[in-house]
């Protein structure tokens, strides 16, 4: 029986609602995924409103992004029946370590109005530090001390704190200029990301009384995904939580997936220990998943050693089994996925249909990205990317798109501007006005502004002679990609090479850095599929023109870093392959950590899924250009083959290749050598002829496949896309060549092999 005026606890099972009325005193609540935890956590916070133990503004309740904490202040409210008048300290470590600084800024010597630099700031900073310091920064570039700052900060180690095993870093100057970093950040009045923290931290060690204040303030203490609080974050909570030691937390040990970013599993480990007396609760039933599902997430998580071991268990219906299914390329799975989804919206007899809202995809680095956007966006199937921008709208692909516009039309001087002085040539806004003020003066577009700039010496020094360097490459570069025997493949990283674009990345030691190198190559990849770097630029503004927000039902895409926490009835996890998921720099880590912390991420993304689960891989993906054939992820042969169905096309939607089935195998031992099938020229020919679109293909057959196909698969009056032209309709054909009829280009003669064909 609920307690009355406490319907909300009625929706809880025994363990759940032990956790939410067990009100004083530490709680810590372990379990697996889907059991309910963050469920308890957001009950147990109205619990306390409503039980009248504390007011909204001193219960302190930290999640790990912001959009979880969106979503259990919505929720709380809902239990409640009524709006609260806000939560201000119901945040992120990081929004709530904001407001407290503010607060008590004089006290680690800053300002109020304290600014937070991003990382740009930071580097730039850290850049004159080691110039000042006569440091060789081709050898020890300042994004590598960064990297190390980030770290020790993340462990809360202040210039004085770093202990005396790590006098080595940074070729021994580590530790001195990180002092020199802090003290001109108090100068500038600033902070840096992971500041918020170990000032904070800083200021409840050294003044007690301000301690004891929130002490008696943040009454009650909720922690969310408690797996993965790093040192700095797990001090902050100990402090807080040493007075009266009201604190749950939740977590789940096998969904522990930043140790890259200086979180400890251990600091769960230790709860018990840390809070003598806490009551921990274990949770098991799942209610979120099938037991097809479950079975598959246990399945995998068992491979790692060193857990601590939970079952699950469901009383949902059986449903599917997860699903595998191998493709021969990544183009080709992201076209499977897309068809599969318009197909799932109408149901089958044994399926109900999906809302596109139901559905997610997955994936392990976010140059995966790029492949479903550009399907989806190419037959017009709406979705959004949560967690992080747009593939073609990443810092790093704007950067080496706008590289291109200056190389193929140097008039573009937007473009032209972006990349002056990225990476950095010593080119401040002086120097650049300047430049503009001669384009002006001459009537010319920028770069011929910089040329004559330098020229006349309104340049000079270090700066102008970069500038120089510069403008002769693009010019260079620009006679190379008006050359027909310059492939633009090629070309396109010959410029990210010689602008030194790509050893900007390669020496920036933040953990975002790799994956910024992989959506470089994703992209260079990427441009074989078009005729040169003129029609890539245009496909880009044309798909990008295509999307526009009308607030309807979207398919989401995230990582699966971003997927933590989230649900879905429907998910689809791509790219299962070994080096991409288990990632390469994890196999190569010494010892299993690395390509346990990978499992994890396999738990995760599994265990996101509801109803329907489906795991792909792709037999051959291009890797700087190059086609490299890809193994099955270790992870595949570790599902349960009981609760696997492994697909041949046509799937369970029947989205994919079109009538005839491929007879296939459908034991997992078989996965390995399917995956051969998929490298083999026939198992290719075999699919060029089922399919009737081009699609792409290792070069060597790709004429001798896709031309031939293609012309016979055209009928004239049929909608198709055109890679460089859009949208348009078959007006003619003539051998491979087809007459089109474009909605924006008007009427062209074009390759068959360039044009798909299209929905009405
Ligand atoms: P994760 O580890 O993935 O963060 P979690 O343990 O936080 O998972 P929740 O997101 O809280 O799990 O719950 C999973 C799903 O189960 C949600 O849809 C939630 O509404 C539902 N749920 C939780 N507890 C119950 C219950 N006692 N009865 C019915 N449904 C429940
Ligand atoms: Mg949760």
Redesign the pocket.
């Known amino acids: 029986m609920a307690a009355r005026g406490a319907p909300y606890l009625d929706?809880?099972?025994p363990a759940?609602r032990q956790a939410v009325e067990a009100l004083d005193g530490p709680v810590l609540m372990l379990?697996?995924?889907?059991?309910?935890?963050?469920?308890?956590?957001?009950t147990r916070i109205v619990h306390l409103l409503n039980t009248g133990r504390a007011r909204p503004n001193e219960i302190l309740a930290v999640t790990f992004t912001n959009k979880a904490a969106r979503e259990m202040k919505d929720r709380v409210g809902r239990l409640l029946g009524q709006q609260i008048e806000g939560m201000p300290w119901l945040g992120t470590f990081h929004s709530i370590c904001v407001k407290l600084l503010r607060r008590h800024a004089e006290l680690v010597g800053l300002k109020t109005n304290f600014t937070i630099l991003d990382t740009d700031d930071q580097l730039r900073l850290l850049k004159q530090l080691v110039q000042a310091a006569n440091i060789d920064d081709k050898r020890w570039p300042a994004r590598m001390l960064l990297g190390i700052i980030d770290q020790w900060k993340n462990r809360c180690w202040t210039p004085d704190k770093v202990p005396a095993g790590e006098a080595g870093a940074y070729n021994n100057r580590g530790v001195e200029l990180y002092a020199q970093y802090q003290t001109r950040l108090k100068e500038l009045n600033a902070v840096d990301f992971g500041d918020l923290l170990v000032h904070v931290v800083t200021i409840f060690q050294t003044h007690d009384d301000v301690l004891e204040q929130y002490r008696r303030w943040f009454r009650y203490i909720l922690v969310?995904?408690y797996q993965d609080t790093n040192v700095a974050q797990y001090m902050w909570l100990r402090l807080l939580a040493g007075g009266h030691k009201n604190i749950c937390c939740?977590?789940?040990d096998d969904?522990s997936i930043y140790g890259w970013r200086g979180a400890e599993v251990g600091n769960i480990l230790r709860f018990e220990k840390d809070f003598p007396g806490a009551q921990v609760v274990r949770?098991e039933?799942?209610?979120?998943s099938t037991p097809h599902i479950l079975a598959a997430a246990s399945g995998v998580i068992r491979g790692n050693e060193g857990r601590l071991g939970k079952e699950l268990w469901t009383e949902a219906q059986e449903g599917e089994k997860v699903r595998l299914i191998g493709h021969w390329d990544g183009e080709e799975e992201a076209r499977w996925i897309g068809e599969e989804i318009e197909a799932m919206q109408g149901g089958t007899r044994s399926m109900r249909p999906f809302g596109l809202d139901e559905i997610a995809i997955l994936v392990r680095a976010s140059h995966q990205m790029r492949a479903f956007e550009d399907r989806f966006l190419t037959i017009g199937l709406p979705y959004r990317v949560i967690g992080g921008p747009r593939f073609y709208e990443r810092m790093e692909i704007r950067d080496a798109m706008a590289y291109f516009r200056t190389v193929v039309s140097p008039d573009d001087d937007l473009a032209f501007e972006r990349i002056v002085n990225t990476p950095k040539r010593g080119l401040g806004d002086k120097a650049q006005q300047t430049i503009q003020r001669t384009a002006r003066e001459y009537g010319v577009n920028l770069v011929e502004g910089a040329r004559i700039a330098v020229e006349e010496k309104r340049l000079t020094g270090k700066g102008a002679a970069q500038l120089s360097f510069l403008v002769d490459n693009i010019a260079r570069w620009g006679r190379m990609a008006g050359d027909k025997d310059v492939d633009h493949t090629e070309l396109a990283g010959i410029i990210l090479d010689e602008s030194g674009y790509t050893e900007m990345w390669q020496n920036d030691k933040t953990p975002e850095a790799p994956g910024r190198l992989e959506n470089l190559k994703e992209l260079v990849n990427h441009l074989e599929e078009f005729e040169n770097l003129q029609g890539f630029l245009e496909h880009v503004s044309l798909v990008m023109d295509n999307e526009s927000d009308d607030g309807g039902q979207k398919v989401s895409i995230m990582t699966l870093h971003a997927a933590?926490?989230?649900?879905f009835p429907a998910v689809f996890l791509p790219g299962w392959e070994d080096g991409l998921f288990p990632s390469q720099r994890s196999m190569d880590e010494s010892g299993l950590k690395g390509v346990e912390e990978e499992r994890r991420l396999a738990y995760?993304g599994i265990?996101?899924a509801?109803e329907l689960c489906t795991i792909s891989f792709a037999g051959n993906r291009r890797v700087f250009g190059q086609w490299q054939s890809q193994m099955p992820s270790r992870f595949i042969d570790e599902l349960p083959e009981a609760h696997v169905e492994v697909l041949t096309p046509p799937g369970l939607y029947g989205g994919g290749y079109g009538a005839a089935g491929m007879g296939g195998t459908s034991t997992i031992e078989n996965r390995v050598a399917e995956a051969n099938v998929y490298n083999s020229p026939g198992w290719k020919r075999l699919q060029a002829r089922r399919d009737h679109r081009p699609v792409s293909q290792p070069s060597e057959t790709r004429h001798a496949v896709i031309d031939a196909q293609a012309v016979s698969a055209h009928t004239v009056g049929e909608r198709v896309f055109h890679q460089k032209f859009g949208y348009g309709r078959i007006e003619a054909i003539e051998g491979d060549k087809l007459e089109i009829a474009f909605e924006k280009a008007g009427v062209k003669k074009v390759v068959a092999k360039f044009v798909m064909g299209a929905d009405d």
């Open positions: 929706e809880l099972n759940q379990a697996g995924a889907g059991t309910g935890k963050t469920k308890a956590l957001t969310d995904e939740v977590g789940d969904q949770l039933q799942n209610y979120r933590k926490g989230l649900e995760v265990t996101r509801e």
